[in-house]
């Protein structure tokens, strides 16, 4: 996608000030969330057994349950615990159609997870055993690794501690 420049850079650049100014506000000014936290994220798979063995069997996500979806016959709704209480939900919707991934507006981007660096070192072995492309860790940023997952998900590892970006403590 063609990214900003010149004038128009500089006019996202201002905006993007104005924003943190207007929005942003120091820690001991901001009020407490009004939530407990992820309880799980919900994202649509092409093939519920494929998806189950990209998480658990190669990424290490235990599968956690497997049941019926409430809300359409048929469907299965199944969980992998992602760690600190959080849960990685997934759908099908049998006989529906599933169009390629497309990164567009309201889609999810990417899911960051925060590892280790022992851990990340071993997801990228494990990645390079099974042959599966990833960007990263490289362009001067050394603590992400991103892939696809089999229904074009984005996923960065990210080897960085939860409530932490780049170094910085975004929750105190």
């Not at 889609?107 to 042959?131: I, N, P």
């Not at 492309?133 to 603590?143: A, F, T």
Request: aromatic letters at 10%.
């Amino acid at each position: 996608m063609p990214q900003p420049e010149g004038a128009e850079l500089e006019a996202v650049r201002a905006r993007r000030a104005a924003l943190r100014e207007k929005y942003l506000q120091a820690p001991a000014d901001r009020k407490p969330t009004t939530v407990q936290g992820v309880h799980h994220l919900a994202l649509i798979c092409k093939d519920v057994e494929e998806t189950i063995r990209f998480y658990q069997d190669l990424l290490g996500f235990p599968l956690v349950e497997l049941v019926e979806n409430r809300d359409y016959r048929g469907s299965s709704h199944f969980f992998f615990d992602i760690g600190h209480g959080n849960l990685l939900g997934f759908f099908d919707f049998p006989g529906h159609d599933h169009p390629e991934f497309t990164e567009t507006i309201g889609a999810v981007q990417h899911l960051a997870l925060s590892t280790s660096a022992e851990e990340f070192d071993r997801a990228k072995a494990r990645l390079d055993e099974a042959g599966i492309d990833y960007l990263g860790p490289d362009r001067g940023v050394e603590n992400s690794l991103y892939i696809r997952d089999p229904n074009g998900v984005g996923l960065e590892f990210y080897r960085e501690e939860l409530g932490k970006f780049e170094g910085e403590e975004l929750l105190k």
